[in-house]
């Protein structure tokens, strides 16, 4: 008898997990706090509420659309890899299943943002807090919203000795990125992935035992 919880339902029980908290963060934060608004948990943990248009961890390096249209396309590719990945014969080893599963939820958290937040939702401003809005009346057209991000840990926050060359008395800040729970699932699932399953990634290019049968 097979297991409930087969590759497939795991698969789809992370997506959903990681999307559903990803968005009620995403939204708790945008409704509720100024643009640049930060609450702190620690002195290395903010809760930091910024925008932006770019890729993860707030890189800006190609026009919006493309990245929209990019992080569409990228996630119908992994979507297809993982439910070819899961049909297969020989099961790989759901650790792997995991790691995929983790980049595509991230993946399609944020396109969230950049596909639906700028219709239904208003500007946030250092003066005003964001609220929902009829469907065509937010701050973007379609494709054009900006990612909601939140997590900041500047977890070494100094100056740099007057004595070094260049850089001496300048403020360093160690791990300035500020992300969100996507980005979080994204990364994490991409460095398992390097670090545990890599031999993986070539299964693609090697036929399965089953389709070997069927060609002889």
């Known amino acids: 008898m097979k297991k409930f919880l087969t590759q497939g339902r795991l698969a789809t029980l992370i997506v959903v997990v990681v999307l559903i908290t990803d968005q009620l963060i995403k939204i708790a934060v945008k409704t509720n706090m100024y643009l640049h608004e930060h609450i702190r948990i620690a002195d290395w943990f903010y809760i930091y509420f910024t925008e932006n248009n770019g890729m993860a961890f707030g890189l800006e390096i190609f026009a919006k659309i493309f ?8 996630v119908i590719l992994i979507t297809w890899y993982l439910a070819r990945t899961v049909r297969q014969s020989e099961k790989v080893k ?36 964001a609220s929902w809005v009829p469907m065509g009346q937010g701050y973007a057209d379609w494709l054009h919203g900006k990612v909601v991000d939140m997590f900041y840990f500047p977890i070494i926050d100094t100056y740099w000795p007057d004595w070094m060359p260049f850089v001496g008395g300048e403020h360093f800040i160690f791990f300035s990125p500020i992300f969100n729970f996507a980005d979080a699932s994204i990364s994490c699932g991409i460095i398992a992935l390097l670090i545990f399953y890599s031999h993986y990634l070539n299964m693609g290019t090697k036929s399965s035992p089953a389709e070997n049968n069927e060609k002889k």
């Open 67 to 74: 990245l929209t249209l990019f992080r569409i396309v990228a």
């Open 94 to 129: 759901n650790g792997y299943i995991v790691c995929l599963s983790l980049i595509l939820a991230g993946a399609v958290g944020n396109i969230i943002d950049c596909v639906f937040y700028g219709e239904v939702f208003s500007a946030s401003t250092h003066t005003q807090i």
